[in-house]
């Protein structure tokens, strides 16, 4: 008969502690350790700490977000560019062709009113579902952070329940901004930085969006301003790779627009060709710089709730 050590005889070796147990964060829920949490940076973590969540989220959650993304931001982009294009067009072809007829009439009000108020209408139209797609990239991505499965259907269902809440709330926002920009540059840029948080308030908090993110922006200035410091200088510098890329496509049709048709209504159709192709082809480049937007930013959020002691359950448990 073999022996069977006494586990509770107190002269029995122990087993070695720290080497044969799992890491601590098997044994917590989701969200629920502030240095393992999926949403929320652990206190004084930093830059490293805020990097490091955005990681994770597009670990996770990087099919569904690119989904949304793309359907509600990249498809509406595309729309709002080529109708601009074609509003363009327009003005282009009605110059060419009382030029062409050596007349100097002018456009006919009504209709070029109509046009431009019907292009304003779909423009804004094409905003709310942005915004949609804004609610529902969150929703998503809170819920699967804290381990609870999310349909796209419902994600999107969610998202078009509150966009008319987040365009509501963002109409002041534009206005205050505008106002600022028209008054100096650096109040401007102020209020961009004041009400950048506005969305998340919006959709986690629901109570005085604008006034939340003025009050954490004063409280934590140096985070905040850092992170979205970083947002603005990474999509700068995208945005020159897509500017460049845009022109470089536009340059060429340009060229054999203009020595093949010259200034005719087919070099101008070879034209609009072009630049349609390098609308698009720019706006699926920015879908990765999008999807890095909107975690910066919710990220940013969720790291100053959690100074003030929120975890991703917590986080969760508001987005209803």
């Known amino acids: 008969m073999s022996y069977q050590p006494n586990p509770y005889d107190p002269a029995a070796p122990h087993a070695p502690l720290g080497q044969y147990l799992p890491p601590q964060s098997a044994f917590v829920q989701p969200g629920g350790d502030p240095y393992h949490d999926p949403l929320v940076a652990p206190p004084h973590g930093g830059v490293g700490g805020w990097f490091n969540r955005i990681g994770g989220l597009f670990q996770r959650t990087w099919k569904s977000t690119l989904a949304i993304i793309a359907l509600t931001q990249l498809l509406p982009a595309m729309i709002i560019g080529v109708g601009m294009l074609f509003a363009a ?13 050596g007349s100097t009439g002018e456009f006919e009000a009504a209709a070029f009113f109509a046009f431009f ?10 905003y709310v579902v942005q915004l949609a797609g ?4 969150t929703y998503s991505v809170t819920r699967q952070a804290a381990g609870t499965p999310v349909s796209l259907t419902e994600a999107l269902g969610y998202g078009f329940r509150r966009c008319l809440g987040l365009f509501g709330w963002y109409v002041p926002v534009a206005l205050m901004i505008i106002v600022g920009v028209l ?10 930085a004041a009400t950048a948080l506005v969305g998340p308030i919006f959709l986690f908090e629901r109570t005085n969006p604008i006034g939340r993110s003025f009050k954490m922006l004063h409280n934590s200035g140096g985070r905040v301003l850092g992170r979205l410091a970083l947002i603005v200088l990474i999509s700068i510098g995208v945005g020159f790779a897509v500017s460049a890329v845009e ?10 627009g203009t020595q093949t048709y010259g200034p005719t209504a087919n070099g101008l159709a070879l034209v609009t060709l072009g630049a349609i192709v390098a609308t ?15 975690a910066g930013i919710l990220l940013t959020y969720t790291e100053q709730r959690g100074y003030e002691g929120a975890t991703t359950l917590h986080l969760n448990a508001e987005l209803r």
């Open 183 to 192: 008054a100096c540059i650096l109040p401007g840029l102020y209020l961009m």
């Open 117 to 126: 108020a019907v292009l304003l209408a779909v423009i804004l139209v094409l």
């Open 134 to 137: 804004y609610a529902a990239a």
């Open 247 to 256: 022109a470089v496509i536009q340059f060429a049709v340009d060229s054999a």
């Open 280 to 294: 698009v082809l720019s706006a699926i480049i920015q879908l990765p710089l999008t999807m890095f937007q909107f």
């Open 89 to 101: 067009v327009y003005v282009g072809l009605g110059a060419l062709e009382l030029e062409g007829n």
